[in-house]
Each structure stands twice: as C-alpha cells, then as structure tokens.
C-alpha cells in the first residue's frame, strides 16, 4: 500500500503556499480591493473577469462558474492531479520534505506512472542533456549554437542541451536514478523499434519545454548530423504531462512580460524565442510542432487578460501554413479581444537570423513594422494578381473576399470591406456582394448578378429586418438624434435628387459610413444600383435591390420633402449636394481623428510612419477642400 502523507504536512504545505503566487502562473491577476485579486476564470470562457482569489485566506472563488477552494485544490484542477499529486507538486514548489505513513513515500501508482514521476524524469533528463552540451560529444552542438549567437550564458538560461548519438545513454541514466521502463516510456523518452527500446532523442540539440511553473514537461530537438534519416525537428509525442496543442514554448519565461504587457509575441522557433529575449523582447513564445490553434488561445487569454489595448503578433512566414493557421484561429475565436498584427523582417529573415546578421536592435524594430493580421491577409492574396488588368482585379477580389467573409467580428467585416474595395480600385458594392457570396453556406450561394441581401454579416441589419416584418419600419419609426438626421436626410437627397448630385459624388456618398442599421441597408441598395442612375429605372432598381421589408421605407425617404423652397431647382439641387457633403466631410474627419491618433501613438514625429501620416494628413485636407469647392 502506497505511503498516505501525514496531515500535518499537508497544512503545512497550505500554509506555506502563496496562493495568489500559484495562481499567477496560470491567471493574469489584478488587485481588486483589499486582500482580493482577480482575474479571468481558467476553468471557463468569459469575458469579464469574475476569478477572485484571498492570498491571506488561501482560497479562490470564481462568481460566473461557482468554482472554489484552495491552492490543493486549484493545482487538482489545472493539472489534472490526484490530492496526493497534488500536495508533491506544492511541496516541491516549495521545498518542502513531506512524511509519510503507513509504509513509506512510494507514490507510484499500481495503474501506471503518476504525474510527479513523470515530471521528475523529464527534470532528471533535462538535467542529463545539458550535462552532455558540456561533454567531449557536445561540441557539434556547441558550434552549431555559436554560430547561430548563442554563447554559453545564452543557453545556461534557457537550458538547452546535447542527446548523444548513443542507443540509449539516457535510458541507462534515468534507470540508475531509480526511474523505471514504464515511467520513462509514458514520459516519451524512449522508443521502441525492432531492436527494442532505444532514446528518442539521439544526436540532437535540446531544448526542455516548460509549462508555466518552470516544470520541464517535454522536449523539443534538432538534428545536427548529415547521416541523420529523422525529421529536421523531434518532439516529444503526446503524454499525460504534455499536450502539444496548449504548449507554447518560453511562455514560462514571458509570462511575466506577456501578463504586465498585455502582450505577446509568436515566433516560429526555439531559436527564434531566444533570440527576441535576448535582445529585449520578452513576450516571445512559440509553438510547439503544430499550428497555432484555439487552445493556445486559451493560455494566451488566461496569462495575458482580455485588456481591450492587448495584442498578439505573428512573425510566420507569409508562405507558411503558420500564418494561415493563425488567421484562421483567430477568425474562429469571438472571445479573443486581442488585436492581432504581424511582423515581417524586410528580407524575409526570422528572428533568429535578424539578430545574428543586425544585431538586437534590428529584432526590436522589426515588431514596430507591424500591420494588423487581417490587412496582411489581404494584401498576400491580392499580391499575385495584376491588378493592373480586368482579369486580374476580378481574380483579386474572389481571393480575398472569403478572408473578409470569415471575420467573425462584425465591427470589423465593413471596414475591411471599404478597405478592399479601395485597394483594387473597385466598387464597394461589388466587393460586398463577393463577400456575402464567399461567406454563404454551400448550397446557399448567390449569384453576384442578383440583388444582394442586406449589409453582409451584419446583425444590426437584421435585427431592423426581423423587426420590419412585425411592424412598420419607416422614418417616423428612426431615432431623432443629429447623427441618423444626418443619414437620412441624404439619403432623401440622394434618392430624389441623384442627376442633379452628379455620378462622382454618389459614388463617394454610397460608400460612406452610416451608423443606423435600416439606413446602411438602403445605402447598400443605392450602391448596388448605381449603373443605372440616370436611367428611368433608377428608382425601382433601388427598390430591387432591396429586401422587401425596408421598400415602405425607401419609398418614404423619396417622397418625403426636402427642407427647400420648392419650385426653385437651383436651391434644391444646392442643397442635395451640400448634405451629401456633409455627410463625406464626417468621414473624412473621423479618418482625421484616427490619423491624429495614430501620429500621437508613433510618438516621434521624425519617424518615417509620422510623415507618412503627415502626408495622408495634408491629402485628406485637400480631398476635403474638394468636397467643399467642387
């Protein structure tokens, strides 16, 4: 019968236990009053933060799912422990000598190697490699990181290592420690082949791979010898302690500068990881072996918090499925509030070899070139067509318009819409009809000659549809505030007075951004129908272009009067063409705005990004002196 630890040692190990401390290494916590801190909850998905933990009083308690206990407990729950696991893991934290009774400390279990055993292995063969780095042996692998610019305090601090080119160097160590064949089976260190057990790891740098307590739970590998028949990179298979898809590698390093920054950064390599923190960016992890996914979302989200300002960048390679696991990981995830960007080093480098040819000052600058994640995707689809040609446009637009469909925020799809739009230098009513067409179920998709639905993705618009059908949506039913005053009346000008507002100016107003939902559908069917302005059809291709509950509406807004003398043509085609403007002249200063801002964030007004702002600056003024002359 296995050892039961005395229970005065487990109190102990509760007592000693800083609470807030354990749970920091999983939750990004923040004072919330006397003796309380709180943070997002680990053991469910929420926005808000509602996890509060009591350093003095040694219990957490979280208000959305109802979880409570104490640091026991909370370790139980994270790593999946048993209670005995549990309060060895505590007691090695602390290093604390636990006492057994009824038949001594034998903690392995009868069904197979229990969690600290494994930990311990993977610890003892961390320990091993970085033994053989130093040996005769080692010295290939020694070269091979010294010309990559790791020195050997480099590689002390993130403790990588050698595996000898030995059949099994490892498994003889580990057995002379007291580990069984089991426990460094389970543990992944071995293999079995036709000639037996033999190391999984032969011939090869290593680097440990840590969760975010520091505990050694895998291993991540480089071969070195030409005679080498394995993969370029050798992991550490699935265990029970490692989980490739919820590892990020040097997260147990970054956690600190992720969780204060509210910000990280994803690189490819074990390589490209120590290069960032070596010259200063801390916040580096990588992935481990697989693509960026939803659940290294999830330890991102629990480490870095759901700060409106966090952000992660992505330094894949622009021709790697990395990056398009990572646009598609996000793309997926509503819950993820973090802005994303990515970061390219001009020449195409990584990291790594950013900092061995430019030195550190080169790899800190390269994440200040970042562009956001989605306006990259784009610019890489487009970027193999001439969009100097018919085709080539058209080709563009069917490439890029499902990135956009696959936004899951709506806040964002229109603005990336009009973002597209001006890059090919195409209508925005054609690229919205593309993306509604790329983003319907299969089966469902439209035509791109037929009348478009309402604003693509756009909830509000169809909340005002939903609503149209049970009652009458018209202009007595929209909010008296100065901003949908503004909407509608040009609207009304544009509908009633289109000839006389002229075909460029129409172009521009249906493009503009209008805040009420019903209204933003019937600017959509305004642009959808501007190939036949002038046409004695003009009107009822606005209507066509409709959904059939807002026509009532329409057909208000073009019989409503204008608020103009009538029987004065001058004064009311005036007049049509001055709300028009007002209404582009409030884009352009909301552009204006985000530009000021933007300047202020860049800071220096030297820098090269603040005169290209200046610049957009002095264009946006003039373009708004031609809104007022012209």
């Not at 992660?312 to 802005?339: C, H, M, N, W, Y």
């Not at 806040?411 to 067409?437: K, N, W």
């Amino acid at each position: 019968m296995a050892g039961r630890i005395k229970a005065t040692d487990i109190e102990e190990v509760k007592q000693r236990t800083n609470i807030a401390d354990l749970v920091g290494d999983y939750v990004s916590l923040k004072s919330a009053g006397v003796d309380s801190m709180k943070g997002l909850c680990p053991f469910h998905d929420e926005r808000s933060p509602s996890f509060h933990v009591r350093p003095a009083l040694g219990y957490y308690h979280c208000f959305g799912c109802g979880e409570s206990g104490d640091a026991i407990s909370f370790v139980q729950r994270m790593d999946h422990l048993t209670f005995s696991e549990a309060v060895e893991r505590l007691a090695a934290r602390i290093n604390y000598v636990l006492t057994y009774e009824e038949g001594g400390g034998d903690r392995r279990r009868q069904d197979g190697p229990n969690r600290v055993r494994l930990l311990a292995a993977n610890q003892a063969s961390a320990a091993y490699f970085v033994q053989q780095l130093a040996g005769e042996e080692g010295a290939a692998a020694r070269t091979f990181l010294e010309q990559r610019g790791f020195d050997r305090a480099a590689c002390e601090a993130f403790g990588v290592g050698y595996a000898p080119r030995g059949w099994d160097g490892l498994s003889k160590h580990l057995t002379a420690q007291g580990f069984t064949r089991p426990e460094i089976t389970v543990a992944g260190l071995v293999s079995e082949g036709q000639r037996g057990v033999y190391d999984r790891f032969r011939g090869r740098v290593i680097w440990p791979i840590r969760d975010t307590s520091g505990q050694t739970i895998g291993f991540g590998a480089r071969k070195l010898y030409e005679d080498d028949n394995g993969p370029k990179y050798l992991n550490t298979p699935e265990t029970p302690v490692y989980h490739k898809s919820q590892v990020l590698y040097g997260l147990d390093l970054a956690k600190k500068a992720v969780s204060r920054g509210h910000r990280a950064v994803v690189v490819e390599g074990y390589t490209d990881v120590m290069a960032c923190h070596l010259a200063g960016e801390t916040a580096a992890v990588a992935t481990c072996g697989t693509a960026f996914g939803k659940d290294h979302i999830a330890v991102l989200r629990r480490i870095m918090g759901d700060d409106a300002a966090a952000e992660v960048i992505f330094t894949f390679d622009p021709d790697e499925a990395g990056q398009k696991a990572a646009l598609r990981a996000f793309s997926e995830e509503k819950r993820f509030s973090a802005q994303t960007y990515v970061a390219v080093a001009p020449d195409g480098l990584d990291p790594a070899d950013l900092r061995l040819h430019r030195g550190d000052e080169a790899v800190r600058e390269l994440f200040t070139r970042k562009v956001p994640l989605f306006e990259f995707a784009l610019r890489q689809a487009i970027g193999r067509f001439d969009l100097n040609s018919v085709e080539g446009r058209v080709s563009a637009l069917r490439a890029a318009a499902p990135i956009i469909a696959e936004i899951k925020d709506p806040a964002l799809r229109p603005g990336y819409a009009r973002e597209l739009a001006r890059m090919l230098g195409t209508d925005l009513a054609e690229v919205q009809r593309a993306v509604r067409a790329s983003g319907a179920p299969a089966g469902q998709r439209r035509d791109p000659g037929a009348p478009p639905a309402p604003a693509f993705g756009d909830p509000d618009a169809e909340l005002a549809l939903q609503s149209a059908e049970s009652a009458h949506l018209g202009l007595a039913s929209l909010p008296a505030t100065p901003t949908v005053r503004l909407e509608r009346d040009a609207l009304m000008a544009m509908l009633q007075q289109a000839e006389a507002i002229g075909s460029e100016l129409m172009t521009q107003a249906a493009t503009a951004e209008v805040g009420d939902a019903s209204l933003r559908v019937v600017r959509d069917a305004i642009a959808a129908a501007l190939p036949a302005l002038g046409g004695a059809d003009w009107f009822e291709r606005v209507q066509a272009e409709a959904p059939e509950q807002l026509r009532p509406l329409i057909r208000e807004l073009a019989l409503a009067p204008l608020p103009v003398p009538t029987g004065q043509p001058d004064l009311v085609a005036g007049y049509a063409r001055s709300i028009v403007v007002s209404l582009l002249d409030r884009d352009l200063l909301a552009l204006k705005g985000q530009l000021v801002a933007r300047m202020q964030r860049v800071g220096d007004a030297q820098s090269p990004e603040s005169r290209r702002i200046q610049q957009q600056l002095s264009q946006l003024e003039a373009a708004r002196r031609s809104l007022r002359i012209g």
